[in-house]
């Protein structure tokens, strides 16, 4: 699966931005999609995940209530709405995916990789 994030941008504290990954190669509904972020002289963190179906949904708890991803499979896209952004959410957005069904947080089980599109949250 070849993977590419787009949408990252500069955003005042308070604004909202949605993130899109297009995906290509292979049947996307097979893969649990996932989105991570890594800040500057952080690790790579997750932030949200969801299965083909739409019915698993993961977030981490720094993002619950303002973050929401979705996604079409007729378009092979995977969204990640954000809202009411912080400073602290400023990061290389990365979209990720795994064949792991039902979902995972763990780094090392996405299997594919985007290249990572920069958010940047001004206070």
């Known amino acids: 699966v070849q993977l590419q994030a787009f949408g990252g941008g500069l955003v005042q504290a308070g604004g909202s931005l949605r993130l899109s990954c297009a995906a290509s190669?292979?049947?996307?509904?097979?893969?649990?999609m996932g989105w991570f972020r890594q800040a500057p002289g952080k690790e790579r963190e997750f932030v949200a995940g969801?299965?083909?179906?739409?019915?698993?949904?993961m977030y981490a708890d720094s993002v619950k209530g303002r973050f929401t991803i979705s996604r079409d499979n007729s378009k092979n896209t995977v969204y990640l709405q954000m809202n009411s952004l912080k400073p602290e959410d400023t990061a290389v957005y990365y979209c990720?995916?795994?064949?792991?069904?039902?979902?995972?947080?763990?780094?090392?089980?996405?299997?594919?990789w985007g290249q990572g599109t920069l958010v940047t949250v001004s206070s």
């Open positions: 190669g292979r049947t996307f509904s097979n893969y649990y």
């Open positions: 990720a995916a795994t064949p792991t069904a039902w979902g995972t947080q763990t780094i090392q089980q996405y299997d594919y």
């Open positions: 969801i299965n083909w179906s739409g019915v698993r949904i």
